[in-house]
């Protein structure tokens, strides 16, 4: 599988082109109007959502999982919609989904897909790493701290943003279970803060229920699907943590999610060609975000990340120009940055 950068091109097969291109976008959450502005989230507000998917109703067609599975495995041509076909999604499994999302898309009749992280639901005290350290930063005591050999002057926005990357960085190369929990603690205790409990989660940081999977029939304009157990990077994982990240969840979703579609979204976008080989055995698709991305793979679907977007900004923040350029260029920036730093 090609390590390049999302393919954007359609290519005909005879007379017919390839595979129809669906375009695929998603939030995390929808962060409630009563979030304090110090807790720094890049969700929209429910305002800024409805405004969003108004935009998207109004320039596109809003269409189900299934849906879209009908149009990649049927290879039927996107042309039968009177306007560009769009899959809205969700990562993660937030709770701010359900009450502040999904009020607004039955409102306006517009279709979503709801990736879930499974150990959320079948283990009530489980948070995801990367929820523990958003957590963290956001109650971070210590203004200037130096966290793996990096200063870091937590007051301002980039130092946090490093701090995300850092503490990723460490967590990604933690070679056990014993070493990725030494990895958070460690962090805490830099910053100054315990690590949280479910009960300490603000309240953009609290996942989805079983009880309000339940409440999702069958018939719900919210689809819920996979987003692999336990939010792990798969593509850093060996062949048999994959399969037990990939088939846990679905085993979890499949029980206690009557809305619940075979396909997922893989964490952070990270998958190699152990991970689409082990997906095709589950599910009927996966999506991707950059590396590897292409929409002539359907177990490696392109999405585009959404976070508070005005309206005039989406046309921008959905085109082929920054997913296939800036995106990863700005991922790269990200990276190479604090390394640079900690060298200097």
């Not at 959502?49 to 049927?74: G, H, K």
């Not at 315990?194 to 300490?200: M, N």
Request: glycine share 4%; proline share 7%.
């Amino acid at each position: 599988m090609s390590e390049s950068s999302i393919e954007f091109s359609v290519r005909p097969s005879g007379s017919k082109i390839f595979m129809s291109r669906v375009l695929s976008v998603f939030w995390h959450g929808v962060a409630p109007e009563s979030l304090p502005p110090e807790l720094e989230t890049k969700d929209p507000r429910p305002s800024v959502f409805r405004a969003q998917v108004e935009f998207f109703a109004r320039n596109y067609c809003p269409i189900s999982v299934w849906d879209f599975l009908d149009i990649i495995e049927t290879r039927r041509s996107v042309g039968s919609y009177a306007r560009p076909p769009v899959l809205l999604g969700f990562d993660d499994g937030f709770r701010s989904v359900i009450l502040n999302a999904l009020p607004i898309l039955v409102e306006l009749g517009v279709p979503a897909v709801f990736f879930v992280v499974g150990d959320v639901i079948d283990k009530p005290d489980f948070i995801p790493w990367f929820v523990e350290r958003r957590y963290m930063i956001r109650r971070a005591r210590r203004e200037h701290v130096v966290y793996r050999g990096v200063s870091l002057d937590l007051a301002r926005r980039q130092a946090r943003e490093n701090a995300h990357h850092l503490t990723e960085v460490a967590f990604r190369g933690a070679q056990s279970e014993w070493e990725r929990q030494a990895v958070l603690t460690e962090f805490a205790e830099v910053v100054g803060v315990p690590r949280p409990t479910v009960e300490d989660l603000d309240d953009d940081l609290q996942f989805v229920t079983r009880e309000d999977l339940l409440r999702l029939g069958p018939s719900s304009i919210l689809t819920v699907a996979s987003h692999a157990a336990t939010h792990r990077h798969l593509g850093d994982l060996d062949p048999d943590e994959q399969l037990h990240e990939l088939t846990r969840s679905d085993t979890i979703l499949q029980k206690l999610s009557p809305s619940y579609c075979q396909v997922i979204a893989y964490p952070a976008g990270c998958f190699n060609e152990t991970t689409v080989s082990i997906a095709k055995k589950i599910y009927r698709a996966g999506f991707a975000v950059f590396q590897g991305a292409s929409y002539r793979n359907s177990y490696a679907y392109p999405r585009v990340g959404l976070g508070d977007e005005t309206v005039k900004e989406l046309p921008y923040a959905v085109s082929a120009l920054r997913m296939s350029f800036f995106m990863p260029l700005k991922k790269w920036l990200r990276i190479a940055l604090p390394r640079a730093r900690s060298h200097a």
